[in-house]
């Protein structure tokens, strides 16, 4: 077996050639390892990769499969998590130099918890930006992530070293989190499938009604069993609930289709060229699909990038003095506002969040699920934190409200562009939805890609210019 072998599976098929004999998890894991030294040093995905643990991990799984008793659904599946994510003995960054000492985990957080009590080998943790405020791969603690896809491009964030890590056939499963689009957004950068779950269907910690965390995976048919080991009521979340049932197929679901919003960047020809592509292939697994017109009266996002501000200057300034000055002067320029905010005018920016929901929950009194773009741009460089300097996170136009109104939503792979470069789309389900939504992406990118998504042919050596 090569590594190519290995990025073609799906989790069902590697998990019956566990079963079956015929794949060896010591091997997988020697693989992953082994692509890790290769090109993380191009693209600066990973950091406390831990092999030795690994590898013992996995001896221990292929022995319990060789006497028929896993230890659960993911055994000697290697995953890695994002740097948010706490896991005993690894450390917490949060992707800025203000942590640059690291908190050390000496609990696990939902996630990692019950990765680990499926059996999965966590191979590492994955890099992200300051804060997680930015959609993209530029930390001041772990440097600039890259694109397999392409080096000089973005890998997306802020789950970035996730999505870059997945792309270049690192690992099976990766979870990152997500507050305006940062699972959806590296998925999309990446060519990658990512679910934002229904808020609290997968618990973490700090417990939160806007951050969820999420899974990610290279192929969209796997989204449904990742979220079926992640998901559930926890106890440290109090907003988590349980993964629900649906009580009918997809295929007499009414889909609406969005090309705008109407507020946020232009969106660009080739995100549109493969928007309509998903439109075509989606019509043949569903009841109805039907193009609809913006659906917002002003301009939703702009009162949720105020959350933001002040989200990160909660945190820079809670840092110490002498800590403060390695926040990046953009993100610092950005947040700066929110110092001093009165009561009033927190509540002003709030009032326009709960306008924008209402509206975005008025969008399924008619659809079941929306189709729009992950984002109004293909890619951009880098180096760069966003598309806009002033706000970085500007291009979440179609991802961010889904936080605040709490959907469920996809992001898959739609196509390529001219530069060979990954394109998604996005999915968006009815709240607690989220199986079924789940089990459209992955019919929908199976009508995307001729021969199957598996014929797709992975970055797997990083690609030095696109």
Same mark, same amino acid.
């Given at each position: 077996? #090569?590594?190519?072998?290995?990025?073609?599976?799906? *989790?069902?098929?590697?998990?019956?050639?566990?079963?079956?004999?015929?794949?060896?998890?010591?091997?997988?894991?020697?693989?992953?390892?082994?692509?890790?030294?290769?090109?993380?040093?191009?693209?600066?995905?990973?950091?406390?990769?831990?092999?030795?643990?690994?590898?013992?991990?996995?001896?221990?799984?292929?022995? &319990?499969?060789?006497?028929? &008793?896993?230890?659960?659904?993911?055994?000697?599946?290697?995953?890695?998590?994002?740097?948010?994510?706490?896991?005993?003995?690894?450390?917490?960054?949060?992707?800025?130099?203000?942590?640059?000492?690291?908190?050390?985990?000496?609990?696990?957080?939902?996630?990692?918890?019950?990765? /680990?009590?499926?059996?999965?080998?966590?191979?590492?943790?994955?890099?992200?930006?300051?804060?997680?405020?930015?959609?993209?791969?530029?930390?001041?603690?772990?440097?600039?992530? &890259?694109?397999?896809?392409?080096?000089?491009?973005?890998?997306?964030?802020?789950?970035?070293?996730?999505?870059?890590?997945?792309?270049?056939?690192?690992?099976?499963?990766?979870?990152?989190?997500?507050?305006?689009?940062?699972?959806?957004?590296?998925?999309?950068?990446?060519?990658?499938?990512?679910?934002?779950?229904?808020?609290?269907?997968?618990?973490?910690?700090?417990?939160?009604?806007?951050?969820?965390?999420?899974?990610?995976?290279?192929?969209?048919?796997?989204?449904?069993?990742?979220?079926?080991?992640?998901?559930?009521?926890?106890?440290?979340?109090?907003?988590?609930?349980? #993964?629900?049932?649906?009580?009918?197929?997809?295929?007499?679901?009414?889909?609406?289709?969005?090309?705008?919003?109407?507020?946020?960047?232009?969106?660009?020809?080739?995100?549109?060229?493969?928007?309509?592509?998903?439109?075509?292939?989606?019509?043949?697994?569903?009841? /109805?699909?039907?193009?609809?017109?913006?659906?917002?009266?002003?301009?939703?996002?702009?009162?949720?990038?105020?959350?933001? /501000?002040?989200?990160?200057?909660?945190?820079?300034?809670?840092?110490?003095?002498? *800590?403060?000055?390695?926040?990046?002067?953009?993100?610092?320029?950005?947040?700066?506002?929110?110092?001093?905010?009165?009561?009033?005018?927190?509540?002003?920016?709030?009032?326009?969040?709960?306008?924008?929901?209402?509206?975005?929950?008025?969008?399924?009194?008619?659809?079941?699920?929306?189709?729009?773009? #992950?984002?109004?741009?293909?890619?951009?460089?880098?180096?760069?934190?966003?598309?806009?300097?002033?706000?970085?996170? &500007?291009?979440?136009?179609?991802?961010?409200?889904?936080?605040?109104?709490?959907?469920?939503?996809?992001?898959?792979?739609?196509?390529?562009?001219?530069?060979?470069?990954?394109?998604? #789309?996005?999915?968006?389900?009815?709240?607690?939805?989220?199986?079924?939504?789940?089990?459209?992406?992955? %019919?929908?990118?199976?009508?995307?890609?001729?021969?199957?998504?598996? %014929?797709?042919?992975?970055?797997?050596?990083?690609? /030095? %210019?696109?």
């Amino acid at each position: 077996m #090569v590594l190519e072998d290995v990025s073609k599976l799906t *989790l069902d098929h590697m998990l019956q050639g566990f079963r079956a004999g015929t794949i060896d998890p010591v091997e997988v894991v020697e693989l992953t390892l082994g692509q890790i030294a290769r090109v993380d040093g191009d693209i600066n995905a990973l950091y406390e990769v831990q092999p030795d643990a690994s590898l013992d991990a996995a001896k221990s799984a292929a022995k &319990r499969y060789r006497h028929g &008793r896993p230890a659960g659904a993911l055994d000697g599946v290697p995953v890695t998590i994002k740097d948010s994510v706490h896991a005993i003995g690894t450390r917490w960054h949060h992707g800025s130099r203000i942590h640059a000492d690291g908190l050390l985990g000496t609990t696990d957080a939902p996630p990692t918890e019950r990765l /680990k009590a499926a059996g999965a080998i966590i191979v590492g943790k994955t890099k992200m930006p300051d804060f997680g405020l930015s959609g993209s791969g530029v930390s001041s603690f772990h440097g600039v992530v &890259r694109n397999p896809w392409g080096l000089a491009w973005n890998p997306g964030g802020s789950s970035a070293g996730a999505g870059a890590s997945l792309a270049a056939g690192i690992g099976m499963l990766s979870v990152g989190s997500d507050i305006a689009g940062s699972v959806r957004l590296p998925a999309s950068h990446c060519g990658l499938a990512a679910l934002k779950p229904t808020q609290g269907m997968i618990a973490h910690t700090p417990a939160s009604d806007v951050r969820s965390a999420g899974p990610m995976t290279r192929y969209a048919a796997d989204l449904e069993a990742h979220l079926r080991v992640l998901g559930g009521v926890h106890r440290h979340d109090r907003f988590s609930v349980p #993964v629900t049932e649906p009580s009918e197929s997809f295929g007499t679901a009414r889909v609406a289709v969005y090309r705008s919003f109407g507020f946020g960047p232009p969106e660009e020809t080739a995100v549109l060229d493969v928007l309509s592509r998903a439109e075509r292939a989606i019509s043949g697994l569903v009841a /109805k699909v039907a193009s609809a017109p913006p659906p917002y009266d002003f301009d939703a996002y702009l009162p949720i990038d105020d959350t933001f /501000k002040l989200r990160g200057w909660r945190e820079h300034a809670s840092a110490d003095e002498q *800590l403060r000055q390695h926040t990046p002067p953009q993100l610092f320029d950005w947040f700066e506002e929110a110092r001093g905010w009165s009561a009033e005018r927190v509540a002003f920016f709030e009032a326009g969040v709960a306008r924008g929901v209402a509206q975005t929950n008025a969008l399924f009194e008619d659809s079941d699920f929306l189709l729009t773009p #992950v984002m109004p741009v293909v890619n951009f460089p880098a180096e760069e934190r966003g598309i806009d300097p002033a706000m970085p996170l &500007r291009h979440c136009t179609f991802t961010a409200m889904f936080n605040q109104s709490g959907h469920p939503a996809v992001s898959l792979c739609g196509g390529l562009d001219s530069r060979g470069l990954p394109v998604g #789309v996005q999915l968006v389900g009815r709240r607690f939805d989220d199986i079924r939504l789940c089990r459209l992406a992955a %019919a929908l990118e199976a009508a995307l890609w001729p021969g199957g998504p598996q %014929a797709r042919q992975w970055p797997l050596q990083p690609r /030095k %210019a696109t």
